[in-house]
Each structure stands twice: as C-alpha cells, then as structure tokens.
C-alpha cells in the first residue's frame, strides 16, 4: 500500500466528540464554517487523495480503519475543503460526503494526531 501525505488535526471541536455516540467523525479544513465547526475535527489539509477504494486504509493517530464504501464526492469534496464525515461500523445508506469504515472508533483522536490514507497499489 502507498500513504498518502499526512494531514495534522490542529482544533477539535467542543461537540465533536459527541458525533461519535452517532458513529461518525466529521473532518473540515480550517475554513470550515463556524456552525459546523464545533462539531468538526479541523485539520491542515497536508495531503490530497487521487482515488479512495474499498479495502484501503484510512489511519488516524496509531489505529487503521478499512473502507467500505466511498462516497461520491468525498474524494473531491476532502481534497478542495478538507471535508468529509467518516461513518464508523455502519449499515446505513452512504452519503454522497462520507466514507464508511468497516471497525468502531478505537479511540477519539487528539490534536496533533495525523491522518493518512493507505492506498493499495
């Protein structure tokens, strides 16, 4: 597998560990708008994705997560504002802006902690 460049969370958001009781991580690059943002781990956006596909890697901190399923514009929507809602063991139906991974959170990351995606060759 190929890593991608890392991103780094620089803030989290006062609310943002309440989206993982939902099963989700919200991640925003630093423009993200300031009603979101305190739901959002906000991030430096270091790092671009040319394609995300199932069985890759997404890894956050010291613990590795697999993609199930991508959405349509998550790709596009990570790389131009750092957005994409992270979905984590679920069954529901995927959004266009999120990416399903196929463990629970292992644990709520830090600031500082990088984020990277695994990309099979």
Excluded: W
């Amino acid at each position: 597998m190929i890593k991608t460049e890392t991103s780094k969370i620089l803030e989290i958001g006062e609310e943002a560990q309440e989206m993982v009781g939902v099963g989700m991580l919200i991640l925003f690059g630093d423009q993200a708008p300031v009603g979101l943002r305190e739901y959002c781990l906000i991030h430096d956006q270091g790092q671009k994705i040319d394609c995300l596909s199932v069985n890759d890697k997404l890894v956050i901190g010291d613990h590795q997560y697999t993609v199930c399923e991508v959405g349509a514009t998550a790709v596009e929507s990570f790389n131009t504002i750092g957005h994409v809602t992270l979905k984590f063991n679920q069954t529901d139906n995927l959004l266009s802006g999120s990416i399903h991974l196929q463990e629970e959170l292992c644990e709520f990351p830090d600031v500082e902690d990088e984020i990277a995606f695994l990309i099979a060759e």
